[in-house]
Structure formats: C-alpha cells, structure tokens
C-alpha cells in the first residue's frame, strides 16, 4: 500500500497530505502516477488527520483497480457512532452530518436559527 506524504508547517503541525497513487502503467512501462492534496479540516488532531489520509489513498488504490468491490461499507462520525447511509445507486452512498461547532470555529459563521 502507498502511504501518503504529510506536509507540516513552521509550527511542526500537519496541515496537508500529498496522495500518490498508481493508475496503471504507460505502453513503454512507466507507471502513471495520479496525485492530490488533502487538505487537513480545521479542528481535527493530527492522527486523526493520518488515519483520514491513509483511508483515502486506500480508497484511491481500490478506485484504479479494476473489478475491486467492498464486502461492507461503515462511516463513523468523531464519536464512532455509526451514520446511517443513503444508497444512491451505481455503487454511490450519502450520509449527513453537520459540524457547526468546527465550521464557527474556522469560519465565524454563525449556526442558521433553525439549528441553534
């Protein structure tokens, strides 16, 4: 499995990750390498974030091979509490979740009266 390459700033802390991931290989034998940046959210400690970028470039690795399907699929909110998944079919999945206490905090919005 390919690991993902962490980016920190002046202060030591996380703030990105870098996803490499091989898509295939080119007809001379090269490898086709796909990249992207995973911005760490606001709020989130750093092993969580590791653990967040490491279930990603995993699922980027399943993504490019082909024939690949899940026996089961779970997310957990930060309490490991189980959310309720909405198939949209073709293999696509929703689920809800509202963070207004991170989304205040990175933001300074303010939470919309009908939640408050």
């Not at 700033?9 to 080119?26: F, H, L, M, P, Q």
């Given at each position: 499995?390919?690991?993902?390459?962490?980016?920190?700033?002046?202060?030591?802390?996380?703030?990105?990750?870098?996803?490499?991931?091989?898509?295939?290989?080119?007809?001379?034998?090269?490898?086709?390498?796909?990249?992207?940046?995973?911005?760490?959210?606001?709020?989130?400690?750093?092993?969580?974030?590791?653990?967040?970028?490491?279930?990603?470039?995993?699922?980027?690795?399943?993504?490019?091979k082909e024939g690949y399907e899940l026996?089961?699929?779970?997310?957990?909110?930060?309490?490991?509490?189980?959310?309720?998944?909405?198939?949209?079919?073709?293999?696509?999945?929703?689920?809800?979740?509202?963070?207004?206490?991170?989304?205040?905090?990175?933001?300074?919005?303010?939470?919309?009266?009908?939640?408050?």
């Amino acid at each position: 499995m390919t690991k993902p390459t962490f980016n920190k700033n002046k202060a030591g802390e996380i703030i990105s990750a870098r996803i490499r991931v091989c898509d295939g290989y080119n007809l001379d034998g090269t490898k086709r390498i796909r990249s992207r940046t995973l911005k760490k959210p606001c709020g989130m400690s750093d092993a969580k974030f590791q653990k967040l970028a490491q279930e990603e470039t995993l699922k980027d690795e399943m993504r490019y091979k082909e024939g690949y399907e899940l026996d089961k699929l779970t997310v957990k909110d930060a309490s490991g509490n189980k959310l309720k998944l909405t198939d949209k079919g073709n293999g696509k999945y929703t689920f809800k979740e509202v963070h207004w206490n991170a989304m205040q905090a990175c933001s300074g919005e303010s939470m919309p009266e009908s939640e408050q």
